[in-house]
């Protein structure tokens, strides 16, 4: 009898669609492995956090549709949200990303793993997926020589988003340095976006959440960094650019006990800093901060503003594991995001 018939009974408690996915999962196994050590593989689910992401609050009636990377998608029937932040759930993209996934160089193809993995996220949370795929130059990513290559941007629309229309931009770079796992530069950043599209934002405006590749330098310029969030704002149509009412950029936000937020001027993040008020989080105000995708924006003529940048020990380091990120602050974070959003 054969191994996945074998794994197919071993799963069939589970039921059809567990069984399904776990089979799925486990696809890659080698078919010389002994069908015991498959089945136990495969009944312990692959193991640990390549999984997805923790369930929502309420589980959708509907089966999510799964993301394509060449065409738009969406859940048939978006998930019920709770009304408050889960950082658990940001917790939980981060050991992915870091452990499961390592690090992300934008061109590579452990990059692509990641936003394959992040695009199915947010389909299951009910947002309608696309990619953006853009060219990166060769350069030197903090000390390693990269060749040319391709990234892309994974952007998430709710069901029914006229990007003509006023709306707010939350944004997250998913790659790394070449030789770091990234847990809090920027797992992190991409945990919270990933919690809040499972959120009830009940945002002033339309959010429309991105994923932005090639994020971290190639060089010493500001033209060899930012590569995603530079070609999502070149794409912008005059109606589209006008559309966009406000652009945050969540990068290296699960550090510390305070929540730095920044804006690339020298006219303070005030809309942040009363937000942190409304939230009870504390906080500390930057000015000239441009080290991040929301400066892509700005530097465009768009409204831009930064959550995060407290300095450690792993920055850019092989040791930026997920033992950095401190849940708490995770949290911290998200309610001043939220509070932002609702305004």
Partial sequence: MSQVVLAARALAPLGPRAAHDALRACATLPRTAGTLVVLAVLAAGCGGPSGPLPAPSVTPSVSPA???????????????????????????????????????????PAFRHAADWAAAELSAAGYVVRRQRFAVPA??????????????????????????????????????????????????????????ARTDLRARLPVLLVLFGAEEPRGPGDDDHHYGSRHYVARLEAAERRAVRGMLALDRVGVGSTVPVGSATAAPPTALVRAAR?????HTAETGQRSSDHWSFVRAGLPGLRVGSTPYAGYHDPGDLPGLVDVDQLDRVGRLVLAWLRG
């Fill in 278 to 282: 409304r939230a009870g989080v504390p």
């Fill in 66 to 108: 799964p993301s394509s990377a060449a065409s738009p998608s969406a859940s048939s029937t978006a998930p019920a949200r709770p009304g408050t932040f889960d950082a658990a759930t940001a917790q939980a993209a981060v050991r992915h990303l870091a452990v499961r996934i390592g690090p992300r160089l934008a061109t590579g």
């Fill in 139 to 196: 350069g030197d990513s903090w000390g390693v020589p990269v060749a040319a290559g391709h990234s892309q941007n994974v952007v998430a629309a709710p069901p029914g988003f006229d990007p003509t229309r006023p709306h707010l931009v939350l944004g997250a770079h998913l790659d790394t340095v070449a030789r770091s796992p990234g847990a809090e530069d920027n797992a992190s950043g991409v945990g919270v976006l990933l919690a809040l």
